[in-house]
């Protein structure tokens, strides 16, 4: 009987996950769980990431919590020695953390404006920095950011997200260009319409159901366990000479503009 194949195994891999508590990070988290993987979740708030590691875990698997604020450059630094001293090292960083503001652009406060980009972009950078320098030290390592569909195009009333996702972007071609040599990867994935729980109510608007199916070639909305297949692919030696790209898991919503008209 053949050997299984491992091509795309994520077992035992050391996963750290960061905004885990709910929505994409937990889908993803538990996604990795299931496959085997050692996960470790963060995010703002103790009894929510206790409550989502119990969920999560299968069979008594237990998911290690952290609290780190990324907009907080210290909770960083103290994460990443803390996860190394009860690991032994990162396999694989899923940098999910991000917040959102739906409001005119012109409406946007200072405070407002730092908020979202503290989170996005400087808290992302800070910590696939702090991961990526025990990266290095190891020699290995696969790094996947969560970019956004609209770094395609923006959408109306997003306009500091979408920025501070077009620097997640770029972020991650550069990481890739400079941490390549040390065998670390950094990829991006940019998910399309997805369904959380903060995102319900908004989609469930008929005009917001018949838009988004009409630009979605798929003609659905995704969900979060949409994205799972992309992460694990990424993470695993399947992708061993893929680095420096953003993948659309968007229904195909980036692959054209669709016309109101019948062919």
Same mark, same amino acid.
């Given at each position: 009987?053949?050997?299984?194949?491992? *091509?795309?195994?994520?077992? !035992?891999?050391?996963? +750290?996950?960061? !905004?885990?508590?709910? =929505? %994409?990070g937990?889908?993803?988290?538990?996604?990795?769980?299931?496959?085997?993987?050692?996960?470790?979740?963060?995010?703002? /708030?103790?009894?929510?990431?206790?409550?989502?590691?119990?969920?999560?875990?299968?069979?008594?698997?237990?998911?290690?919590? @952290?609290?780190?604020?990324?907009a907080?450059?210290? $909770?960083i630094?103290?994460?990443?020695?803390?996860?190394?001293?009860?690991?032994?090292?990162?396999?694989?960083?899923?940098?999910?953390?991000?917040?959102?503001?739906?409001?005119?652009?012109?409406?946007?406060?200072?405070? /407002?404006?730092? @908020?979202?980009?503290?989170?996005? *972009?400087? =808290?992302t950078?800070?910590?696939?920095?702090?991961? =990526?320098?025990?990266? %290095?030290?190891?020699?290995?390592?696969?790094i996947?950011?969560?970019?956004?569909?609209?770094?395609?195009?923006?959408?109306r009333g997003?306009?500091?997200?979408?920025?501070?996702?077009?620097?997640?972007?770029?972020?991650?071609?550069?990481?890739?260009?400079?941490?390549?040599?040390?065998?670390?990867?950094?990829n991006?994935?940019?998910?399309?319409?997805? +369904?959380? $729980?903060?995102?319900?109510?908004?989609?469930?608007?008929?005009?917001?159901?018949?838009?988004?199916?009409?630009?979605?070639?798929?003609?659905?909305?995704?969900?979060v366990? $949409?994205?799972?297949?992309t992460?694990?692919?990424?993470?695993?030696?399947?992708?061993? @000479?893929?680095?420096?790209?953003?993948?659309?898991? $968007?229904?195909?919503?980036?692959?054209?503009?669709?016309?109101?008209? /019948?062919?």
């Amino acid at each position: 009987m053949p050997d299984p194949d491992t *091509l795309f195994s994520v077992a !035992g891999q050391v996963v +750290l996950v960061s !905004g885990a508590s709910r =929505g %994409i990070g937990r889908a993803l988290a538990a996604g990795f769980v299931q496959r085997g993987a050692r996960v470790v979740i963060t995010g703002r /708030e103790a009894a929510t990431l206790e409550k989502t590691a119990r969920e999560i875990g299968m069979g008594g698997v237990e998911v290690a919590t @952290f609290v780190c604020d990324v907009a907080q450059p210290d $909770d960083i630094r103290k994460l990443v020695p803390a996860v190394i001293e009860r690991c032994g090292r990162i396999d694989t960083l899923l940098n999910v953390a991000g917040v959102n503001n739906r409001k005119r652009v012109e409406t946007f406060s200072a405070d /407002e404006f730092d @908020f979202i980009l503290d989170i996005n *972009l400087r =808290g992302t950078f800070l910590l696939a920095q702090e991961v =990526g320098k025990r990266m %290095i030290a190891q020699k290995s390592g696969a790094i996947i950011n969560i970019d956004s569909v609209n770094t395609y195009a923006p959408l109306r009333g997003v306009i500091p997200y979408a920025m501070s996702k077009a620097g997640v972007g770029m972020m991650t071609r550069g990481l890739a260009m400079e941490w390549g040599e040390h065998g670390v990867r950094v990829n991006a994935i940019a998910p399309g319409f997805i +369904l959380t $729980d903060l995102n319900q109510k908004l989609w469930s608007q008929e005009t917001m159901q018949t838009w988004g199916l009409a630009n979605t070639p798929l003609r659905r909305l995704g969900e979060v366990g $949409d994205l799972v297949g992309t992460a694990v692919f990424l993470a695993s030696k399947a992708s061993g @000479f893929l680095t420096g790209q953003v993948l659309y898991v $968007d229904g195909g919503l980036s692959a054209g503009m669709m016309w109101p008209i /019948e062919l």
